[in-house]
C-alpha cells in the first residue's frame, strides 16, 4: 500500500555531487525502513543504501560508502540519496524502495561521463 516517487536524477560528469529525492505518500512514512538501490544496463538490481526508522541506523554498500549518505525527513515524507564524487559506475536507475510492504518507486536516471 501506498507509493514512491524518485527524482533528483540527470546526466553529470565524474567528480559532480547529486542528491536524489524519493517522496512517499498512502503510509505511515515515519514507521518505514527505506533502501535505494540501482540498477545500471545489463546488470541485475543492487542495493545501495537503507535507513531504517531510527535515523541514527544506517547501512551501505561497499562502492557508497564514503562518498553517499542516505537521510530522511519525516516532516517531508521524504528519503534523499546524497552523492558525492560520482564515478562512471555510478551510472543506472535508481529506485526507492520501502522495506515494510516491499513497495518500489519508478525509478529516476542517473548518467555519469565524461
Known amino acids: 500500500q501506498g507509493h514512491l516517487v524518485e527524482s533528483g536524477g540527470a546526466s553529470v560528469q565524474p567528480g559532480d555531487s547529486l542528491r536524489l529525492s524519493c517522496v512517499g505518500a498512502?503510509?505511515?512514512?515515519?514507521?518505514?525502513?527505506f533502501s535505494w538501490y540501482r540498477q545500471a544496463p545489463g546488470k541485475e538490481r543492487e542495493h545501495v543504501a537503507t535507513i531504517y526508522s531510527t535515523e541514527t541506523l544506517k547501512e551501505y554498500s561497499y562502492s557508497a560508502k564514503g562518498r553517499f549518505t542516505i537521510s530522511r525527513d519525516n516532516r517531508r515524507s521524504t528519503v534523499y540519496l546524497q552523492m558525492t564524487d560520482l564515478k562512471p559506475e555510478d551510472t543506472g536507475v535508481y529506485y526507492c524502495h520501502r522495506r515494510n510492504d516491499d513497495t518500489w518507486g519508478q525509478g529516476t536516471q542517473v548518467t555519469v561521463s565524461s
Open positions: 498512502g503510509f505511515t512514512f515515519s514507521d518505514a525502513a
